[in-house]
Structures are given as structure tokens and as C-alpha cells.
């Protein structure tokens, strides 16, 4: 399961809108290798469903995740915030055993 914060559903919702997507697009979150840490979240608006995503829902909100990707992800929480320290989507992991200074790669 993959959770998402009210701060995060709201700036989903907003972008979808202001960058023309239809609520056909849902939010696909993916692992690959990369950063300085060795592991890279991507995050991206997809319109459609592989045959080995996963689909979660929460609070109205559709995230596809590949099976690979999923290992990784279990019992994340994708929050966003516009603080001083920074603004974007931020992913709390409990399986990441380290992460980088900006948050974006992260090390099992």
C-alpha cells in the first residue's frame, strides 16, 4: 500500500488540472538506479494500466506502481510540501535505510 497525504492529493489534483490532464491520468511511482544514494523515485501522470502494476487508491487518488518498483515501496507515504526547505513531492519510506540531503534517492 501506498498512502498519500492531503497536501500531496490536493497538488495532484491541481496539476493535473493546470497541465491538461484528464482524470484518465493517474500518478505512476517507479524506482530506478540513480542518485547519490543508488535508488531514484519517478513520479509521473500515466493514463495507462500494465498487466504488472499494482493499483492503489487513496483518498481518490490512483497510483500504478510495477511490480519491481513495489518492493521498494510497501507502506510509503507520498506527502508534498512548499517549505523553506525546500518544495515537491517528498516519499517517506520506512524501507529506506538511508537517504540523500534533497530526499530524491534513497539506499535499501
Same mark, same amino acid.
Given at each position: ?19 491538461? $490532464?484528464? /482524470? ?7 524506482? &530506478? ?5 543508488? #535508488?531514484?523515485?519517478? %513520479? ?11 493499483? $492503489?487508491? /487513496? ?7 510495477? &511490480? ?5 515501496? #510497501?507502506?510509503?507515504? %507520498? ?11 517528498? $516519499? ?17
Amino acid at each position: 500500500m501506498i498512502n498519500v497525504t492531503d497536501k500531496a492529493k490536493d497538488k495532484i489534483v491541481e496539476i493535473r488540472q493546470n497541465d491538461g $490532464f484528464s /482524470d484518465n491520468h493517474n500518478i505512476r511511482v517507479a524506482v &530506478k538506479g540513480g542518485g547519490c544514494s543508488g #535508488l531514484m523515485y519517478d %513520479l509521473i501522470f500515466d493514463a495507462n494500466i500494465q498487466n504488472n502494476d499494482e493499483v $492503489f487508491e /487513496d483518498k481518490g487518488i490512483k497510483i500504478l506502481v510495477d &511490480k519491481k518498483s513495489l518492493l521498494y515501496l #510497501l507502506g510509503t507515504t %507520498l506527502d508534498f510540501s512548499d517549505g523553506l526547505n525546500g518544495k515537491g513531492f517528498q $516519499f517517506v519510506n520506512p524501507n529506506a535505510s538511508r537517504t540523500c540531503g534533497c530526499g530524491e534517492s534513497f539506499a535499501v
